[in-house]
Every structure is written in structure tokens, then in C-alpha cells.
T-cell receptor, first 113, second 115 residues
Framework: DQQVKQNSPSLSVQEGRISILNCDYT??????FLWYKKYPAEGPTFLIS?????DKNEDGRFTVFLNKSAKHLSLHIVPSQPGDSAVYFC????????????FGQGTTLQVKP | DAGVIQSPRHEVTEMGQEVTLRCKPI?????LFWYRQTMMRGLELLIY????????DSGMPEDRFSAKMPNASFSTLKIQPSEPRDSAVYFC?????????????FGPGTRLLVL
């Protein structure tokens, strides 16, 4: 059973436009959420995170929104750049004290020049 | 800082052979994680260690998989015997858990192909 789901395997946007990547989770005990970015032939790298006590966290062009009632979070990239083309993984922490993360399947973002 | 080091980067083997993947975590990190990436399931956590002790191995698919961490700077993931369905990219990650910080640092991965 997939506790963290990214239902869109891929997304294509034009350079300069907004990219919105979505993630849903089922476990109400999740209280910390992260986004990782992965380029081909490299390991995932941390991008941005949000605690469940917040509904928004912003870092430059990247903003993560959390809707706890809907068990949904999204990553907004504005404006999108060709260098943002990568696989984006959503992850959730299943317990405050373990450091363990549950990852989604990933969404491949392509930003066209 | 060298980051998380994994070896080999690529491995091609035949079904039935033993495969050993290696990982050196970032110095000072007390958590080490092994993941497998597939198209269908994304990043699956196989097992993780805290201070060299296995904490949760519920993600290990079968008895054919085993992992060890003999010291703070080295871990192995072994598959014996290997099967074609084990073909995937295997990642090692490490973290230093301070309070609620769960950021993990990933290695470049080992791409395994079992023929």
C-alpha cells in the first residue's frame, strides 16, 4: 500500500510558466514533508520541506503548500527554468523521532525552452 | 566533504549470482538508509540503521536480501541469489538526526542489471 502517492508520472511546462507538482498521502500521523529533486545518474537531493504546523513554505522560486484536511501537498516552481527538468519526489516522515521517510513514485518534470 | 559514496556505480550480473553493493556514509552521520528505485514504486526504503544497528528491515523484499553495517563508515547490501526482478537502482543515504530534521543525503546510486 502506497502511503505517499504522486499520481502524475510526468509534467511538461513552458519555460517561464508555473510548474505545479502534486502529492497525496494517507497516513494522518505524517507531520513533516519534503521534496527531493533527482537528475539522471545522480542521487536525489533535498529541495524544500514543510512542517504540519504550517501551510506554506517558500524558498526562492520554490513554494510548498500543505492542505492537511485533504492530505495533499503541492510544489510550485515559478518561473520554471529548463534546469528544473528532473524527477521530483515527495516524501513524508512517519514518526517524529525516527528520521525515516516514505517516498512517492516521483514525477518527471520537463521544462521546454 | 565527499558526500555519500557508493560502489560499484554499475553492476551487470547473471541470475543466481551474488551481488554486493557498498556504501560509505557521510562522516558523523548516525543514520544510514538503503533504498531501491523502480518505475512502478518509486523510492522504496529497504532497511535503515541507527548507530550501526538495524532499526527497520520491513522493506527488505525477501530473505535473498541482507544488509550489514559493521562500523560507522561502511555498509553493504547483499543479494544472494540475484534474480532479474532485482534489476533497479539502489541508493544509499545518510543523515544526522537533530531533533526533527529528516533531511537525508543520497549517494549517486548503483544501477543493477540482472540478466
Amino acid at each position: 500500500d502506497q502511503q505517499v502517492k504522486q499520481n502524475s508520472p510526468s509534467l511538461s511546462v513552458q519555460e517561464g510558466r508555473i510548474s505545479i507538482l502534486n502529492c497525496d498521502y494517507t497516513n494522518s500521523m505524517f507531520d513533516y514533508f519534503l521534496w527531493y529533486k533527482k537528475y539522471p545518474a545522480e542521487g536525489p537531493t533535498f529541495l524544500i520541506s514543510i512542517s504540519s504546523i504550517k501551510d506554506k513554505n517558500e524558498d526562492g522560486r520554490f513554494t510548498v503548500f500543505l492542505n492537511k484536511s485533504a492530505k495533499h501537498l503541492s510544489l510550485h516552481i515559478v518561473p520554471s527554468q529548463p534546469g528544473d527538468s528532473a524527477v521530483y519526489f515527495c516524501a513524508a516522515s512517519d514518526h517524529g523521532n525516527t528520521g525515516k521517510l516514505i517516498f512517492g513514485q516521483g514525477t518527471t518534470l520537463q521544462v521546454k525552452p | 566533504d565527499a558526500g555519500v559514496i557508493q560502489s560499484p556505480r554499475h553492476e551487470v550480473t547473471e541470475m543466481g549470482q551474488e551481488v554486493t553493493l557498498r556504501c560509505k556514509p557521510i562522516s558523523g552521520h548516525d543514520y544510514l538508509f538503503w533504498y531501491r528505485q523502480t518505475m512502478m514504486r518509486g523510492l522504496e526504503l529497504l532497511i535503515y540503521f541507527n548507530n550501526n544497528v538495524p532499526i527497520d528491515d520491513s522493506g527488505m523484499p525477501e530473505d535473498r536480501f541482507s544488509a550489514k553495517m559493521p562500523n560507522a563508515s561502511f555498509s553493504t547490501l547483499k543479494i544472494q541469489p540475484s534474480e532479474p526482478r532485482d534489476s533497479a537502482v539502489y541508493f544509499c543515504a545518510s543523515s544526522h538526526f537533530r531533533g526533527r530534521t529528516e533531511t537525508q543525503y543520497f549517494g549517486p546510486g548503483t544501477r543493477l542489471l540482472v540478466l
